[in-house]
Each structure stands twice: as structure tokens, then as C-alpha cells.
């Protein structure tokens, strides 16, 4: 028979872990929304200024609350379970696990969706489509990192002043 305070630490970080995860899996994907809607929107009016591209963002912001969950939830997830890890390991909330949780969700997606890092345009060709290219890997980068590094905040809040085998930190 297992002793009570060793199931107690058990049953307490897998409450810790459940909270990580269900608050970047939650709030993650929102997040994430936001920063892509605002970043897309920022890189069409900075290609064409007059061409009403700020009214994609109302759009993206509408729409994206339908799919948000469905496209972040498997990046979100992965970046909670990292955090989650690095919390446990090292016992500390400190702000530097969300973006790196996020950096580490981030290379996932790419390496999944084969994503190939953009090439300069070729001499006289025009750089539109290299600008493009460039900006949507840094929007793509900004939405995972910053959407980690949010859900982060919150749950670091969230979780208890004890570190999580139960000595206090």
C-alpha cells in the first residue's frame, strides 16, 4: 500500500499538469487568433496601404473564434505539455518557459506543414513575393510564441506558491 503524502504529491501535479494544460489549450488558440488576425492584417497594409485590407480584421477576428480551437488546439497542447515539463523539472515559474514552450510548438508546426524558411528573391526578380513570405513566418512565429508565452502568464498565476513536490518554493 502506497503512503498518503506520496500519493498526495501525485495527485497534486497531476492537478498542476490538468491546469497547464487546460488553460493553454483553453486560452492559447485565442490568443494565438488575435496576434495572427492583427499580424496578417498588418502585412496586407503594408503591401497595398489603400486596398481596405483593415477590414480583414474584423473578419479574421469573427470568423477565427469558429476555428481557432480547431487550428491551435494540437500546437497549444504541445507547447502545455513543454511548460508543464519545464515546471516540473525545475520547480520555478519563472517567464521564460512560455516562450520557450511556444518556440518548441512553433518548430512542431513547422517541421509538420514542412514550412521551408523563405529565400531571397533572385537578382532582378521583384521582392514582393520574398516579403511576403518572410512576413508570414514572422507572423506565424509571433502567433505560437506569444500565444504560449500569454497562456503561460495565466497559468502561472493559477498555480499554487509550492513547487510542485509539495516543498515550497
Known sequence: MQDVPHTR??????????????????????????????????????SEPRSGTLLVLPFFLLYGLFFAHFVGAASAALAGAVASAIYGVTQRKSAWIGPISGAVALGAAIAYAGVQAP??????????????????????????????????LVARQALPASAPDGATS
Open 9 to 46: 504529491r501525485i495527485q497534486g501535479r497531476l492537478a498542476r499538469v490538468s491546469w497547464i494544460m487546460l488553460i493553454f489549450v483553453g486560452l492559447g488558440p485565442l490568443i494565438g487568433l488575435v496576434v495572427f488576425a492583427v499580424g496578417m492584417t498588418a502585412l496586407g497594409l503594408a
Open 119 to 152: 529565400r531571397p528573391p533572385a537578382p532582378g526578380a521583384a521582392p514582393s513575393g520574398w516579403t511576403s513570405d518572410a512576413g508570414i513566418v514572422l507572423v506565424l512565429s509571433a502567433t505560437h510564441v506569444l500565444a504560449a508565452t500569454g497562456a503561460w
